[in-house]
């Protein structure tokens, strides 16, 4: 039987907050989006705020009813970064499988690790305590005998705190819990469940496989797993080199877009920074996603296929601007695009596929090499130190922070 620790970096973009100012520690505080920029939602809050019934995800204005002396502050995705890294580090020391799940939490298999550092238990007091010391931040963990357990686990006493859920007492820990304290039941399969009278993780565990399996397909089976504590997914190693599925950027808008220039001018600058990414994990892609939503919140989203791959920012530009002027009829202003590239192939196992027409492949080549020296200086001078000129024209819609193209790359990365 394996022994797993889920740790969660306690209130974690507060915390980072209050180490930089530590007399906002004992004061509510919640760090936020850009009211200026419409990001204006609570991506997270201290304890003094939680205190007073401020929650992730809701609006400024709606925390500030709660709170009406509210700290905000805007994120810093750098710091995040850097204190994330650091704790990974410390993992890291007690055992090779160490898992990200965010930038603020991991899992760990220590099984291996017993006989150097002792009993899960103890390793995880330990690592409790270096954390608080070396980095200031304080973290809850989960001791189980499984991922989804030890994730439950990890949440059931915050801040600062171990919990642990074990072969004997899970049934009597685990199955009174509401079903949306079970890991990937989300707010539309809990309310799902609910319709069937199912409204505790005990309930889930003691129904029927195929009855979950007709209600919500292929996930109905594997949530039974989990609800009976059968879950047997492996921690990964850190050495384990993950492929990636997808990259893209999404924004909601400075202001309400009305004309398909503007569309062009927000989705230019995401193509930069997608088609930059693609470069640097030496990846091309051979499909293109394109997700609108307008100033009424509804949303849409569409997709092409494409023949020959490409990292170019320019021809993804031209088919997310071609797959918009199929897709939107303007019926109301846009507030929010995206743009994400899927099916994509790794240059470095499959390589590249080369045009037979000399004329069109001396073209390709000098792109490929306007692009190379485009990357080198902005490795050395800073993302923002080149851009298109076409982005100047409007730059309250086209500039972003070095955070928003940089930091959003890596996958780790949500809100808390």
Same mark, same amino acid.
């Given at each position: 039987?394996?022994?797993?620790?889920?740790?969660?970096?306690?209130?974690?973009?507060?915390?980072?907050?209050?180490?930089?100012?530590?007399?906002?520690?004992?004061?509510?505080?919640?760090?936020?989006?850009?009211?200026?920029?419409?990001?204006?939602?609570?991506?997270?809050?201290?304890?003094?705020?939680?205190?007073?019934?401020?929650?992730?995800?809701?609006?400024?204005?709606?925390?500030?009813?709660?709170?009406?002396?509210?700290?905000?502050?805007?994120?810093?995705?750098?710091?995040?970064?850097?204190?994330?890294?650091?704790?990974?580090?410390?993992?890291?020391?007690?055992?090779?499988?160490?898992?990200?799940?965010?930038?603020?939490?991991?899992?760990?298999?220590?099984?291996?690790?017993?006989?150097?550092?002792?009993?899960?238990?103890?390793?995880?007091?330990?690592?409790?305590?270096?954390?608080?010391?070396?980095?200031?931040?304080?973290?809850?963990?989960?001791?189980?005998?499984?991922?989804?357990?030890?994730?439950?686990?990890?949440?059931?006493?915050?801040?600062?705190?171990?919990?642990?859920?074990?072969?004997?007492?899970?049934?009597?820990?685990?199955?009174?819990?509401?079903?949306?304290?079970?890991?990937?039941?989300?707010?539309?399969?809990?309310?799902?469940?609910?319709?069937?009278?199912?409204?505790?993780?005990?309930?889930?565990?003691?129904?029927?496989?195929?009855?979950?399996?007709?209600?919500?397909?292929?996930?109905?089976?594997?949530?039974?797993?989990?609800?009976?504590?059968?879950?047997?997914?492996?921690?990964?190693?850190? @050495?384990?080199?993950?492929?990636?599925?997808? !990259?893209? *950027?999404? $924004?909601?808008?400075?202001?309400? &877009?009305?004309?398909? +220039? #503007?569309?062009?001018?927000?989705?230019?600058?995401?193509?930069?920074?997608?088609?930059?990414?693609?470069?640097?994990?030496?990846?091309?892609?051979?499909?293109?996603?394109?997700?609108?939503?307008?100033?009424?919140?509804?949303?849409?989203?569409?997709?092409?296929?494409?023949?020959?791959?490409?990292?170019?920012?320019?021809?993804?530009?031209?088919?997310?601007?071609?797959?918009?002027?199929?897709?939107?009829?303007?019926?109301?202003?846009?507030? @929010?695009?995206?743009?994400?590239?899927?099916? !994509?192939? *790794?240059? $470095?196992?499959?390589?590249?596929? &080369?045009?037979?027409? +000399? #004329?069109?492949?001396?073209?390709?080549?000098?792109?490929?090499?306007?692009?190379?020296?485009?990357?080198?200086?902005?490795?050395?001078?800073?993302y923002n130190s080149l851009t298109k000129a076409s982005t100047l024209?409007?730059?309250?819609?086209?500039?972003?922070?070095?955070?928003?193209?940089?930091?959003?790359?890596?996958?780790?990365?949500?809100?808390?």
């Amino acid at each position: 039987m394996p022994d797993i620790l889920h740790i969660d970096l306690n209130n974690f973009y507060a915390s980072v907050a209050c180490l930089e100012r530590p007399q906002l520690k004992h004061l509510p505080l919640a760090v936020c989006g850009s009211q200026q920029e419409r990001h204006g939602i609570v991506l997270a809050k201290n304890e003094p705020a939680k205190a007073l019934g401020v929650k992730t995800g809701e609006a400024i204005w709606q925390a500030k009813t709660k709170a009406p002396h509210l700290i905000i502050v805007e994120p810093d995705f750098s710091q995040y970064y850097f204190f994330s890294q650091k704790a990974r580090l410390i993992y890291s020391e007690y055992t090779d499988q160490v898992e990200p799940f965010g930038i603020d939490e991991a899992w760990l298999d220590v099984t291996g690790s017993k006989n150097l550092f002792g009993q899960p238990l103890e390793i995880a007091e330990i690592i409790r305590q270096r954390v608080k010391q070396e980095l200031g931040l304080t973290v809850s963990i989960g001791v189980s005998f499984n991922k989804v357990f030890a994730k439950l686990a990890s949440d059931l006493k915050k801040p600062d705190a171990i919990s642990q859920v074990t072969l004997e007492n899970f049934q009597n820990v685990v199955w009174p819990l509401p079903i949306e304290n079970l890991l990937y039941v989300g707010k539309a399969t809990a309310s799902k469940l609910r319709l069937f009278g199912i409204d505790t993780i005990g309930k889930l565990a003691k129904l029927d496989k195929n009855f979950l399996r007709t209600k919500l397909g292929k996930w109905g089976p594997m949530l039974w797993l989990y609800a009976n504590g059968l879950d047997q997914t492996v921690v990964s190693k850190i @050495s384990d080199e993950k492929s990636i599925k997808s !990259l893209g *950027n999404s $924004t909601t808008c400075a202001r309400d &877009l009305h004309t398909a +220039a #503007e569309v062009k001018l927000v989705f230019a600058t995401l193509a930069e920074s997608i088609a930059l990414r693609l470069r640097e994990n030496k990846l091309k892609a051979q499909a293109l996603q394109i997700s609108i939503r307008d100033n009424h919140l509804d949303y849409m989203h569409k997709q092409i296929t494409f023949a020959t791959a490409t990292d170019h920012s320019e021809q993804l530009l031209s088919l997310a601007m071609q797959l918009f002027n199929e897709t939107y009829l303007w019926n109301k202003p846009v507030r @929010s695009l995206g743009l994400r590239c899927i099916n !994509l192939i *790794n240059l $470095t196992q499959t390589g590249e596929q &080369l045009s037979l027409f +000399a #004329e069109t492949q001396q073209t390709t080549d000098q792109q490929a090499r306007i692009v190379a020296i485009s990357d080198q200086i902005r490795a050395k001078f800073g993302y923002n130190s080149l851009t298109k000129a076409s982005t100047l024209l409007d730059q309250q819609l086209t500039h972003y922070q070095e955070d928003d193209i940089h930091y959003r790359q890596h996958n780790s990365f949500h809100s808390r």
